[in-house]
Each structure stands twice: as structure tokens, then as C-alpha cells.
């Protein structure tokens, strides 16, 4: 488990490659600090967070630390693509004002201040995934782990989020790392690992 963390350094990213089943979502959600792993050593930054236990309060150090982009954005559909951002923040204890100013920054970051008062519903499959990105870029994580992110869309947009999710890790200096089977932007990647029967065969 070390190896993954501490091979991914901060601005680089990363695909995990592999077959259904080989462990590919086990390991993001160990990484994200969502399911315990049996054995093994997790460092995050500079903290180990796990080492038989977690050493850490791990709510507060995911809220703080790590983000999270699914196959879904799964955002709130009463909320506002601004408001969705900002929550993310608010729940982490900033404050209205200065967690509105960020997720304007964000949105126009990612060419979507046009549409920062727009519903989920209103936006297309492309844009409600850059908005997903954008919450969870909000509380500056050290770590961004995405999960299949371009299945649901076609091969422009999805080439177009890997390429965001590449500038996210150069420009913010954040680790990502992308379960991913599209094979049609693999060139994005700085480092592509493969997994196979829970473990990495290949880097």
C-alpha cells in the first residue's frame, strides 16, 4: 500500500489500469480513507495515515486533504452548480463568504462561470463533471482520486475531463490518481499502473 502513495508524487497523474475485479476500486476507497485496509501503510503528504490503524482522525483529515470524482457527479440536484461547490467547503467550516469567492474562482477556472447559477439538470453530462471536479478541488486536497470518471461520456468530453484532471495535478500540484478503462486518452497520464489480482503488476 505505501508504494502506490508514495509513487505518486504531488503534480503528477496517474491511471490504474486493470480487469474487473483486480481491486482497482478496494484500493482508491483504502486510499480515501473509506474502507480500512487489512494490512499496510498509507502517506499522505507528509502524514501516515495508516499503519496497522488509522493514526489519524480520518473525517476530518479526508475533508481536508483528499477529493473525490466518481462516474457520476452525483451533485445535488437543489443546488446551484455554484452552490454545490461551496457546500463542500462550508461543511469543512469557511466561511460563506470566502467559500462563495473560491467556488466562483473555480468555476471560472474550468469555463464555467456562465453557468454557476445553472441547476444540475441544465447542464450537460461534460459540465456537471467539471463542476464535479471543481467541489473536489474546493478544500485544496493533496490527493485527487477519480473513479471511472469518463464512463458516461463520449470520447471529445472525456478526453477533455482527462486533460482537465492532468491540469489539475500540474497546476495545483495535487496527486491524482484515475481508475479508468479508456484506453483513447491514455497518453495524458504521466504514470500508468496495472493491476491484476490485487496488486500492481506493472508501473
Keep these: 500500500?505505501?508504494?502506490i502513495v508514495e509513487a505518486l508524487p504531488a503534480g503528477e497523474i496517474a491511471a490504474l489500469l486493470g480487469p474487473s475485479g483486480a481491486g482497482k476500486s478496494t484500493l482508491l476507497t483504502s486510499l480515501?480513507?473509506?474502507q480500512q485496509p487489512d494490512?499496510?501503510?498509507i502517506i499522505i503528504g507528509n502524514e501516515t495515515v495508516f499503519e496497522n490503524g488509522y493514526k489519524t482522525d480520518i473525517r476530518s483529515f479526508r475533508r481536508n486533504h483528499i477529493g473525490f470524482v466518481f462516474q457520476k457527479a452525483n451533485l445535488l440536484p437543489f443546488l446551484s452548480a455554484l452552490d454545490n461547490v461551496r457546500l463542500a467547503m462550508e461543511i469543512n467550516d469557511v466561511s460563506g463568504?470566502?467559500?462563495?469567492?473560491?467556488?466562483?474562482e473555480l468555476l471560472e477556472k474550468f469555463d464555467l462561470s456562465g453557468r454557476?447559477?445553472?441547476m444540475p439538470k441544465e447542464l450537460s453530462g461534460g459540465q456537471q463533471q467539471r463542476v464535479a471536479i471543481a467541489r473536489a478541488l474546493a478544500n485544496t486536497p493533496e490527493l485527487l482520486l477519480a473513479d471511472e470518471p469518463t464512463a458516461a461520456l463520449d470520447s471529445v468530453?472525456?478526453?477533455k475531463v482527462m486533460e482537465l484532471l492532468k491540469q489539475v495535478a500540474?497546476?495545483?500540484?495535487?496527486g491524482v490518481l484515475v481508475v479508468t478503462h479508456d484506453h483513447r486518452a491514455i497518453d495524458v497520464f504521466d504514470q500508468i499502473w496495472?493491476?491484476?489480482?490485487?496488486?500492481i503488476k506493472e508501473q
Aim: charged letters at 35%; zero cysteines.
Design 194 to 199: 496495472v493491476m491484476e489480482d490485487g496488486k
Design 1 to 3: 500500500m505505501s508504494l
Design 116 to 118: 454557476r447559477n445553472f
Design 157 to 159: 468530453m472525456g478526453r
Design 170 to 174: 500540474h497546476e495545483h500540484n495535487t
Design 39 to 41: 494490512s499496510g501503510r
Design 32 to 34: 480515501g480513507l473509506i
Design 97 to 104: 463568504k470566502a467559500a462563495k469567492k473560491r467556488a466562483e
